[in-house]
Each structure stands twice: as structure tokens, then as C-alpha cells.
Nanobody
Framework: QVQLVESGGGLVQPGGSLRLSCAAS????????MGWYRQAPGKQREFVAL???????TYADSVKGRFTISRDNAKNTVYLHMASLKPEDTAVYYC????????????WGQGTQVTVSS
């Protein structure tokens, strides 16, 4: 059974930094796109960043220049380094990955809370 497990959320002051991690486990042949989404209270889930298997990255305009997505293929892990955090970055952050196991799965993590507040 393939699953994604996130870690690294927490409370940080405005202007601070956090790094989120998301590790895929189970019988995995390969992982194509890995990405991060977020959902603030009362709002729809929105795209944050993604990285392809050849490390091409795409970012939402709201996080460009502040967030960096990376991956470690040997560890089946994707990271999101968040810097210059703002209160409006407060949300539950979800990891997403297209995983090739016995078939292709579009997987989601359980979510990790990020709160930016003084």
C-alpha cells in the first residue's frame, strides 16, 4: 500500500522560514509529478508548487521567489522550503504525487498545518 506522510508544519512568525517534507512509502516503481497544495480556512484548496521527475519546477505567483520545491528521488521525498512567510500563507499544506506502483495512483498526504502569526 502506497502512502504519503508529511511533516514539518508548525507556528512561525512573519518573515520566518519552515521546511515541509513529504515521503512516499510502499511498493514504488517511480514517482512522476510531486507537488504541494494548501487550503486556508473557508477557502478552496489551491496550487502552491510542483516538481517533475526531471526536476522542472512550477510555482504559484503568490509564492514565487519565497518558496522552493525540491525532491530526493532516492528517498521518494519532496520538500517545500518556505521563506519570508506571511500571515496569508497560513493554511493546511497537502502533498500530492503521481505514483507508479502496481498501477498509477494520484496520492494525497494527510496535510500539515502551517500558521504564520506573531
Amino acid at each position: 500500500q502506497v502512502q504519503l506522510v508529511e511533516s514539518g508544519g508548525g507556528l512561525v512568525q512573519p518573515g520566518g522560514s519552515l521546511r515541509l517534507s513529504c515521503a512516499a512509502s510502499g511498493r514504488i516503481f517511480s514517482i512522476n509529478v510531486m507537488g504541494w497544495y494548501r487550503q486556508a480556512p473557508g477557502k478552496q484548496r489551491e496550487f502552491v508548487a510542483l516538481i517533475t521527475s526531471d526536476s522542472t519546477t512550477t510555482y504559484a505567483d503568490s509564492v514565487k521567489g519565497r518558496f522552493t520545491i525540491s525532491r530526493d528521488n532516492a528517498k521518494n521525498t519532496v520538500y517545500l522550503h518556505m521563506a519570508s512567510l506571511k500571515p496569508e500563507d497560513t493554511a493546511v499544506y497537502y502533498c500530492n504525487a503521481v505514483v507508479h506502483s502496481d498501477r498509477y495512483y494520484d496520492m494525497w498526504g494527510q496535510g500539515t498545518q502551517v500558521t504564520v502569526s506573531s
